[in-house]
């Protein structure tokens, strides 16, 4: 199988960070070989993908674009602008296509939409200003994409494993 960087938020890495993610899934089944065609990040049409399998060596080919990758922070503040409970969620949809090159074309095509989610307990804002954005941590950032990102390949995987018998549900 040949998984391609998605298109869409290079600026993010949204498409790398999601290829990633399932490049890592394919990983975990033993049957399955992934080959690396590079670090390009780009959506394939279905004669381009059956090129790509061919150049390859691969059966399959995994391509797709980013369509939202949003952060909301929010804060419901309790106490005008003193106390308030920070919630951030991360919204990740993607169109995604597998092509088999076996069966000459395309196999698959889906959206799927993944989110992740923090709430922090209760929080003081500052007197001056309700600086609600404060609060998230780039490892907490990262979290909370790679749960939205994981809710996406896991509903690939559950597509995937009703198209391809190789491949379990």
Do not use: C
């Given at each position: 199988?040949?998984?391609v960087?998605?298109?869409?938020?290079?600026?993010?890495k949204a498409?790398?960070?999601?290829a990633?993610q399932?490049?890592?899934s394919?990983?975990r089944y033993?049957h399955?070989?992934v080959?690396?065609?590079g670090?390009?990040?780009?959506?394939?049409?279905?004669?381009?993908?059956?090129?790509?399998?061919?150049?390859?060596?691969?059966?399959?080919?995994?391509?797709?674009r980013?369509?939202r990758?949003?952060?909301?922070?929010?804060?419901?503040p309790n106490?005008?602008?003193?106390?308030?409970?920070?919630?951030t969620?991360?919204?990740?949809?993607?169109?995604i296509?597998?092509?088999d090159?076996?069966?000459?074309?395309?196999?698959?095509?889906?959206?799927?939409?993944?989110s992740g989610?923090?709430?922090r307990?209760?929080r003081?804002?500052?007197?001056?200003?309700?600086?609600q954005?404060?609060?998230?941590?780039?490892v907490?950032?990262?979290r909370?994409w790679?749960?939205?990102?994981?809710?996406?390949?896991?509903g690939?995987?559950s597509?995937?494993g009703?198209a391809?018998p190789?491949?379990?549900?």
């Amino acid at each position: 199988m040949a998984v391609v960087n998605f298109s869409g938020f290079e600026d993010e890495k949204a498409g790398e960070m999601l290829a990633d993610q399932i490049r890592t899934s394919l990983s975990r089944y033993g049957h399955v070989r992934v080959v690396d065609v590079g670090k390009g990040a780009q959506y394939l049409d279905p004669d381009a993908a059956l090129k790509l399998a061919q150049v390859s060596n691969a059966d399959v080919v995994i391509t797709g674009r980013v369509l939202r990758h949003e952060l909301d922070r929010a804060a419901r503040p309790n106490l005008p602008l003193v106390v308030g409970f920070p919630l951030t969620e991360a919204r990740l949809e993607a169109d995604i296509r597998i092509v088999d090159q076996r069966k000459q074309g395309e196999v698959l095509a889906t959206r799927i939409t993944g989110s992740g989610r923090q709430t922090r307990g209760i929080r003081l804002f500052p007197t001056s200003a309700d600086d609600q954005t404060s609060y998230l941590s780039a490892v907490d950032r990262e979290r909370i994409w790679d749960e939205a990102g994981r809710q996406v390949v896991t509903g690939l995987f559950s597509e995937m494993g009703g198209a391809f018998p190789w491949l379990p549900e």
